[in-house]
């Protein structure tokens, strides 16, 4: 399974991934694709999208910890890896406030 959600995808590049996705909100897609034909189409958005897409991708891989995070341009969430696990901020508190 592979989860698309973009700030502004580019009239040709959102016209294709409806090829592959359903689009149940305004820029986010969905779809059950296979692993090669997820991999060729993170590739296409990489390859096709500017920063200003902003477009966070989730992908469903077969070992642990079962998911891939992908970041193009401004995601508006900050994505970590600690200790091989990538995470999502929701938030990052200033120093001093608890």
């Known amino acids: 399974m592979v989860v698309v959600i973009a700030n502004n995808l580019p009239p040709a590049v959102r016209g294709r991934m409806k090829l592959w996705f359903v689009e149940p909100r305004a820029n986010i ?3 059950g694709i296979k692993d090669s034909v ?3 189409v993170i590739t296409y958005l990489i ?3 500017p920063p200003s897409s902003g477009i966070l991708v989730l992908q469903r891989i077969t070992k642990p910890p079962y998911y891939k995070i992908w970041g193009v341009g ?3 969430k900050k ?3 600690i200790d ?5 901020f929701e938030r990052l508190e200033q120093e001093g406030m608890h």
């Open 47 to 49: 390859d096709h999208c």
């Open 74 to 76: 401004d995601t508006k």
């Open 29 to 31: 897609f969905v779809s």
């Open 79 to 81: 994505i970590a890896t």
């Open 38 to 40: 997820a991999d060729t």
């Open 84 to 88: 091989g696990l990538q995470l999502i």
